[in-house]
């Protein structure tokens, strides 16, 4: 059905112009033409997408969907159906939980077909989204992962068992910058100087390697910082530094380690803290 052929009376009391002038404005979909939200996700969340459609009988009908993307950095992809006629306008955004600022990417299209292969017609919008920061089509932007602000962090990572060194993997999904690492070394009663040295490689080669200021003697506790202040560490309180280098940045399967010299089978690392900016990347 035509333009001409819908607005050629009011219907249910819309003056044809005003119907007309919404429709050009909107995107006109065939029955075959459906909505689809991406989603990456490091953080709990659930979306909301919500807006309005005009149909060939000309109703201006809200609509409102929902999705919960994974939150192990995967993609999610959902598929809505509007029927034929003119999206209006649409909007995404975070209706469950607090998300950080940077751990929900979303990307809202226009693709032929519901199932199976689908064959995408359009993009509206795309961007990290929260409760307050919301993804709109009309007079939305196009936003990259790796645009803007980052998400500041900070996590334990995982518990060794005594005698095994850290480590440490960027997961699937994400860029880190690393900002800090901390973490205790316990040693046992054999007489020997430890040496610890962090070390981060690609999965594979390491590319760089630094030790720590001091060396840790046996039956003590050893507080280790890695960072780029500078500063030092001093043995009289326990305390080791760790230089790394400035703007450190991290690909996914990228791992921090520790290699000890002289470790002992009963020496005993605590589980590490990360601080770090994170980037979702989908490679």
Known sequence: ???????????????????????????????????????????????????????????????????????????????????????????????????????????????RGLTGVQQPLGALTSGYVTENEWLIWPGGQQRDMLEGQVNLRSITGTNPAAGVNITETVPVGARWRLLSCRFVLVTDATVASRTVTLTIDDGVTVYFAASSTANQAASQTGDYTASATGFAGGTAANFFAIPLPPNLLLLAGHRINTTTQLFQ????????????????EVL
């Not at 089978?265 to 979702?280: C, I, R, S, V």
């Open 1 to 111: 059905m035509g333009l001409d052929a819908l607005f050629a009376s009011p219907i249910f009391g819309h003056p044809r112009e005003a119907l007309s002038a919404l429709a050009s404005r909107g995107f006109y979909v065939t029955g075959e033409d459906e909505l689809q939200l991406t989603s990456f996700a490091s953080d709990d969340a659930g979306l909301a997408i919500e807006g309005r459609f005009l149909n060939l009988k000309g109703e201006l009908v809200p609509f409102a969907f929902s999705q919960t993307p994974f939150t192990d950095r995967t993609i999610r992809q959902t598929t809505f159906p509007l029927g034929e006629g003119w999206l209006i306008n649409v909007s995404v955004r975070a209706s469950s939980s607090s998300p950080d600022s940077r751990s929900v990417w979303a990307a809202l299209n226009i693709v």
């Open 265 to 280: 089978a009963g020496d005993n690392y605590g589980a590490p803290q990360l601080a770090f900016e994170e980037w979702l």
